[in-house]
């Protein structure tokens, strides 16, 4: 029975739909609730293995999702801020990535391209939930909110970039990728927006979903093709018609609809089926030890920064905490690990746990001991614009010194 | 007494029986009333900003109903009904919300929309009753 396609489609949507009755009774996100639902049907419930076409509609769960996640920024804020976004982010990337990779390798014993994946795995952030952190108390629309939401999607694209390109093969098909992916983000917003405009609103049979999932496919096609990650690809898409999303939220929704009921449950329920508890137990140690190395390798790369950039410390712990959490990116990462046979089952089951764990802790802490009021989030807008206009003007760079939120 | 009545109200069965009861009672003892939704809060550590978006519209839309559902009793009764939204708990809220503003009675309906779950869990009405510091009506 437990061979017939039917049967075990119904397994995994049972606990799809278990998943989202729990996710909506606690408050919980559906995709953690779909992870802890893997854990507990691969440890509890016998299910250890998956089929050609489960593995396949997980991919497109990442790869949708992937497209989501870049097509979530919302441009204006990014350039707002860009360059304090970017070394923020940038920095929240580069430090936890060089730093875990290092540990790992050199402390844990991990070969390269496994400590590269854990370096991977724990330099992402996640730019939703900072996001729904602070939307809770009207956060997400002061002047720092922007910033750090901003910051948070470099971070990501700087994760994408590493996840991209460390494990490709520079060959005549990594070129032909490059090529046919720049043209296809020079061309994309305006033929998004022209079938939006001319076919979208009113088509029963969603020629603008049709659209994106085609390029989203064929560029990961591409993509593995070079021996390169579809995600890539997937960002970028996102990145490059978040200008479209941004006026037409219809077709946002459509996509969600379509990758939450369909896609994405397949690869949560999936990559929450690896992870093995007594590997669990055994790396209790291991997987704190990583979470510090995350939380502290952000705070080296982000604090200072933060404080450079006139946040007060309060800001700045607020900043550099929301910087250390992460959950999409990583677990995407970490399985990719375990799909190319990179990491074993149990270098999975650490780094999931720490992205967790990452999810979780660092937005408590934020939370219960570092929340800004809107008032001064707002007031850092205007002292960094007052800070940037003073340092252009020469004649004034000696003379002024801000040093209090007004 | 019960210069202050709050309301838990959802648009339930139950909680527009407890309105009307709280009606009566206003009436009689000219009370003030206020109808209290309480929304759960935004899914914690989301997969999309939209998830969080999506769940911000939908509580939005949900509190505009129950408004314009207030806005109707109140003009039929000829009473008026204060309204307010807090995210949380729903328990937790309704007993912090009527110590914080010195409510002198709670009123509830006996089900809510937690049938099922309540259930196995213990309904609104039991946390209530058993942790509010003022008098708790329960109407069935």
């Known amino acids: 029975m437990l061979e017939n396609i039917w049967f075990i489609a119904a397994i995994w949507m049972a606990l799809a739909f278990a998943a989202s009755i729990i996710s909506i009774r606690l408050g919980v996100s559906v995709a953690l609730i779909e992870i802890l639902l893997g854990v507990a049907a691969g440890n509890f419930l016998g299910l250890h293995k998956t089929t050609e076409w489960i593995n396949f509609l997980a991919m497109l769960g990442s790869g949708v999702l992937t497209f989501l996640a870049g097509a979530e920024i919302d441009p204006a804020s990014l350039k707002a801020n860009l360059r304090v976004s970017f070394l923020i982010g940038f920095l929240s990337f580069a430090l936890p990535f060089a730093g875990v990779w290092l540990f790992a390798q050199f402390v844990l014993g991990w070969q390269l391209h496994q400590a590269q994946i854990a370096g991977i795995a724990l330099s992402t952030t996640s730019v939703a939930v900072v996001y729904a952190v602070m939307i809770e ?101 996102g990145l490059v018609v978040a200008g479209v999303f941004v006026r037409d939220k219809t077709l946002m929704h459509r996509m969600r609809s379509i990758a939450f009921a369909m896609f994405t449950p397949f690869y949560f329920l999936k990559a929450g089926l690896y992870v093995s508890l007594p590997a669990l137990w055994t790396a209790l140690g291991v997987i704190i030890v990583l979470l510090l190395l995350k939380i502290v390798s952000k705070v080296i790369g982000v604090w200072p920064f933060a404080l450079a950039a006139k946040m007060r410390p309060r800001e700045a712990n607020y900043t550099t905490l929301l910087m250390a959490t992460g959950l999409t990116f990583g ?55 007052r800070s940037k206009r003073t340092n252009s003007r020469p004649e004034h760079r000696a003379q002024t010194k801000e040093t209090s939120y007004v | 007494m019960y210069e202050r009545i709050l309301v838990g109200y ?13 009606i009566l009672l206003a009436k009689e003892l000219r009370s003030q009333i206020t109808a209290l939704w309480v929304r759960g809060s935004l899914p914690h550590y989301p997969e999309t900003v939209d998830e969080v978006e999506e769940e911000r519209e939908s509580a939005s839309d949900f509190l505009q109903k129950l408004t314009k559902e207030l806005m109707a009793f109140s003009r039929q009764h000829a009473v008026n009904i204060h309204a307010d939204s807090r995210a949380g708990h729903p ?6 919300y009527a ?42």
Not at chain 1, 365 to 377: E, G, K, L, W, Y
Not at chain 2, 91 to 96: F, L, S
Not at chain 2, 101 to 114: C, E, M
Not at chain 2, 115 to 122: E, K, Q, V
């Open chain 1, 137 to 237: 108390k009207g956060l997400s629309n002061t002047a720092l909110g922007k910033m750090i939401l901003a910051a948070c999607f470099i971070t990501d694209f700087g994760t994408v970039l590493a996840l991209g390109i460390l494990f490709a093969d520079f060959n005549i098909w990594m070129l032909v990728f490059i090529v046919v992916m720049l043209i296809v983000l020079w061309f994309m917003p305006r033929w998004t927006r022209a079938i939006v405009l001319r076919m979208g609103a009113t088509r029963v049979s969603e020629p603008e979903v049709k659209f994106i999932l085609f390029v989203l496919f064929f560029l990961g096609g591409l993509a593995t093709t070079a021996k390169s990650e579809a995600v890539l690809p997937a960002y970028l898409v």
């Open chain 2, 91 to 96: 328990a937790k809220t309704i007993v912090d």
């Open chain 2, 99 to 140: 110590k914080e503003n010195d409510f002198h009675l709670i009123v509830l309906g006996h089900r809510g929309h937690s049938g099922l779950w309540g259930s196995f869990l213990g309904h609104t009405t039991d946390k209530v009753s058993e942790n509010a510091h003022c008098s708790v009506l329960i109407v069935r």
């Open chain 2, 10 to 22: 959802d648009s339930s069965d139950g909680a527009k029986k407890a309105l009307e009861h709280a």
């Open chain 1, 331 to 385: 677990t995407i990462s970490a399985l990719f690990g375990l799909n190319n046979n990179i990491i074993d089952q149990t270098q999975y089951t650490i780094l999931v746990t720490v992205v967790i764990l990452s999810a979780i802790v660092p937005t408590m802490i934020a939370q219960q001991f570092f929340q800004p009021s809107t008032q001064t989030m707002e007031a850092w807008g205007r002292l960094w614009s």
